[in-house]
């Protein structure tokens, strides 16, 4: 069983920088893959970004790429996603999901344990 908590969402102005962070805690995190999802008002949950327990692989939607990176700290049991050049279609609550990514690391089928979420509001 893994729990992960989300933090770092906040009001940022369009063009700026956000990082955030999920900690996780319980077993089995370091051998699983990471994802992070975002939910925007009145839309189904998408995905963002994802990697592999490795780390070799990852995953961006095109909307992102570029813009975001995802990152793991298995040691500190903390995923990450800086998001620079934020747009304000990036408004939505992100979820940090992990999960054995058996079904390809951008579908939310491939993962089994889900955050709270945290709001990240872009102005413009």
């Known amino acids: 069983q893994v729990q992960l908590v989300e933090s770092g969402g906040g009001l940022v102005q369009s063009g700026g920088s956000l990082r955030l962070s999920c900690a996780a805690s319980?077993?089995?995190?370091?051998?699983?893959?990471v994802g992070w999802f975002l939910q925007a008002p009145g839309k189904e949950r998408e995905s963002v970004a994802a990697?592999?327990?490795?780390?070799?692989?990852?995953y961006y939607a095109d909307s992102v790429n570029g813009r975001f990176t995802i990152s793991r700290d298995n040691a500190k049991k903390t995923v990450y996603l800086q998001m620079n050049s934020l747009k304000p279609e990036d408004t939505a609550i992100y979820y940090c999901?992990?999960?054995?990514?058996?079904?390809?690391?951008?579908?939310?089928?491939?993962?089994?344990?889900w955050g709270q979420g945290t709001q990240v509001t872009v102005s413009s």
């Open positions: 319980g077993r089995g995190f370091t051998y699983y893959a």
């Open positions: 999901a992990a999960g054995a990514g058996s079904h390809g690391l951008g579908l939310q089928r491939s993962y089994d344990y």
């Open positions: 990697m592999s327990w490795t780390g070799r692989d990852t």
